[in-house]
C-alpha cells in the first residue's frame, strides 16, 4: 500500500511527454484509468495502437527484479495461451525504465511501463452468471498452473514474506485494527482472525504451493460476449501482488471478489469452485480451510481500505468499491456459519461437475 506522497499524480501532458520520450510514440488520446497504488493511463497512438501507460509508485519501484518477474510473469502466461498484458519495449529496448521524475512531491523515481491495451469490460460490468463464474474459477486455476512452470533467475524475489496482502499475512491487519474502532464490523475481523490462527495456520504444511496472481478480483478480469451472448474472459490484469503461495489462496480471492457482483452472493463459491475443480481438485485441507480463507480475504479488503483511505481521501471511491458491498456480505457470510455455507458451495459445485461429467475428491 502506497504512503502518502509515493503514489504518482502525473497529468496527461507529462504521460504524454513520458510516451515521445521513452517510446517515440505520439498521443492522439489519452486519459487516467482507476489505480489503487500506481498510476494508469489510457493512451490511444496515431499509429494506430492502444496502450496503457503504467508509472509505479516511487516505493515499489525501488524493486526492479521484482518487477521485472512480473512482467516476465505476464509474457509467459500471453504465450501459454493466458490471456494477459504484456510489456512493449522502449526505444532503447528495455521494457521497463526508471525515469527521475517531478509530478508534485519533488523528483522522485518512477518505474515506467508500456503495456498492451486488452479490449473488454471489466466482469463487475457483466451478467454474472454460472457459467462465468465456472469459467472465472477455471481460468484462475489454469494461470497458477502455468505460473508455477515458470523459472527465472530472480523468481526468488516473489517470494514476499511482509506483503500485506498475502492470504499468509492476515494476522498483520492486527496492527490496522484501529481503523473500525467503534464500530460492529471490527468484532467481526477479530473473530475471523481467530478462527485463521486456530484452523488454517495448523494447516499450511498440507497446502499446495504454487504463485499466486494475487489479485483475481472483478475488475482485475476483463470479459467479452462471444456470438452466442456467453461472456467469456479476454483479459487479466495487475499483477503487482504476485507472490509465492498456495493454490487454495488465488481459489478464496477469486470467490471473495466474485461475492462482491452476485445478487445472492452464497451462491457465487460453488460455481468458482466447480470451475477451479475442473482444472484442480483441492485437497482436505484446503477444503476444510476454504471459508476461513474466503472471509479472511473480505477482512484483508475492508480493513486495508480504510487505511488507504486516511492515506489518500481523494481515491475513496476507487477505494472503497468493493468495502461498500463487503461489509454487509462478510457479516452475513459469517452469521450463517462454516458448515451451512460449505454444505452450499461443496454440495453445488459437485452437481455441476456431475453435469460435466468431472468428479472431483469430495463430491
Not at 466482469?123 to 527465472?152: C, H, N, W, Y
Request: glycine fraction near 6%; charged fraction near 20%; aromatic fraction near 10%.
Amino acid at each position: 500500500m502506497a504512503e502518502k506522497h509515493v503514489k504518482p499524480n502525473f497529468s496527461p501532458a507529462q504521460a504524454s511527454d513520458i510516451m515521445m520520450r521513452l517510446y517515440d510514440l505520439t498521443t492522439s488520446q489519452i486519459h487516467p484509468l482507476p489505480s489503487y497504488d500506481d498510476q494508469n493511463f489510457y493512451v490511444s497512438s496515431t499509429n494506430g495502437n492502444d496502450y496503457v501507460l503504467k508509472i509505479m509508485n516511487s516505493e515499489d519501484s525501488k524493486n526492479q527484479s521484482l518487477i521485472e518477474v512480473q512482467t516476465f510473469a505476464m509474457s509467459f502466461l500471453h504465450e501459454n495461451g493466458i490471456p494477459a498484458q504484456t510489456a512493449t519495449p522502449a526505444v532503447t529496448g528495455q521494457l521497463m525504465s526508471l525515469e527521475e521524475l517531478d509530478c508534485g512531491f519533488g523528483r522522485q523515481n518512477y518505474l515506467v511501463r508500456l503495456l498492451s491495451y486488452l479490449p473488454g469490460n471489466t466482469i463487475s460490468k457483466a451478467p454474472v452468471t454460472p457459467q462465468l463464474l465456472f469459467e472465472t474459477g477455471k481460468m484462475a486455476a489454469k494461470m497458477d498452473k502455468v505460473l508455477q512452470k515458470m523459472d527465472r533467475p530472480n523468481i526468488r524475489e516473489l517470494d514476499r514474506d511482509g506483503l500485506i496482502w498475502s492470504l499468509s499475512n492476515l494476522l498483520a491487519l492486527e496492527k490496522y485494527m484501529y481503523v473500525l474502532d467503534g464500530e460492529p464490523l471490527q468484532e467481526v475481523v477479530k473473530s475471523v482472525i481467530d478462527l485463521y490462527k486456530t484452523t488454517v495456520v495448523p494447516n499450511y504444511l498440507h497446502f499446495r504451493k504454487c504463485i499466486n496472481h494475487g489479485d483475481f478480483n472483478d475488475l482485475n478480469v476483463l470479459v467479452q460476449p462471444n456470438n452466442s451472448g456467453c461472456y467469456k474472459i479476454c483479459g487479466i490484469l495487475d499483477f503487482g501482488d504476485m507472490n509465492s503461495g498456495f493454490y487454495i489462496h488465488e481459489l478464496a480471492i477469486t470467490i471473495m471478489y466474485m461475492m462482491i457482483e452476485h445478487p445472492n452472493p452464497i451462491e457465487v463459491g460453488g460455481a468458482v469452485l466447480a470451475g477451479w475443480e475442473s482444472e484442480l481438485p483441492l485437497n482436505e485441507a484446503e477444503r476444510d480451510c476454504l471459508y476461513v480463507l474466503v472471509l479472511s480475504r473480505f477482512c484483508q479488503s475492508l480493513v486495508l481500505a480504510r487505511y488507504s483511505v486516511r492515506m489518500h481521501p481523494e481515491n475513496e471511491d476507487y477505494l472503497m468499491v468493493t468495502s461498500r458491498k463487503g461489509i454487509h456480505i462478510l457479516q452475513d457470510i459469517w452469521k450463517l456459519g462454516k458448515q451451512h455455507v460449505e454444505k452450499v458451495w461443496f454440495n453445488s459445485a459437485a452437481q455441476q461437475l456431475n453435469k460435466v461429467g468431472i468428479f472431483c475428491f469430495g463430491s
